[in-house]
């Protein structure tokens, strides 16, 4: 065990950026406590607290995604050994959902909506997101889509909370 001391274990096992992470340890110095930090890749995370035994720490929101080594260390010496820990990657932003996203079950995209305040027309408000992270405008003729569901054929279904109906989307892909 070196100076910084030794990660036991991480908790949870995989976490987003911005979340909190409780790294046990042994060993760790945190007298020096405004030095001290936890380490993603090389990207620095926000010391929430620390003691000999825990150190928590929040993901940065820097670009940090897949497997990443976790470690930890006070100033500018050493560093404990790294542990790993998965960080996943956001693959879309401003959307409004109500209920849960559906899975296509033929190529596995995922449909997402934007739903907006009751009555709020969106120029798009369904997306479709393939397995490479690409997002596609699907519709915006669906005013405060919310439930999204496939039936055993592949035909995709939307609900609107803003005229109470269900949707079935023939062409979509």
Known sequence: MNEAGQIVRLQP?????GGEVSIECEGF???DYQSCGAWFDEARGRLV???SHRVLALVP???VSGEVSV????????????????VGAQLIEDIHMVANPAVDPDD????VTR???????APVSLFRLNGVGSVTDVTGEIVNPTGLA?????????SSRMDGTIYRLTQFN
């Open 61 to 63: 929101n820097e670009d």
């Open 71 to 86: 470690t930890i260390g006070c100033g500018d010496g050493a560093r404990s050994d790294a542990a790993r820990l998965i």
């Open 115 to 121: 739903s907006g305040s009751r009555g709020q027309r």
């Open 150 to 158: 496939f039936d055993h054929s592949g035909q995709l279904f939307v």
């Open 108 to 111: 596995g995209s995922i449909y």
């Open 49 to 51: 607290g620390a003691s």
């Open 29 to 31: 110095s945190a007298h």
């Open 13 to 17: 096992g995989a976490a987003i950026p």
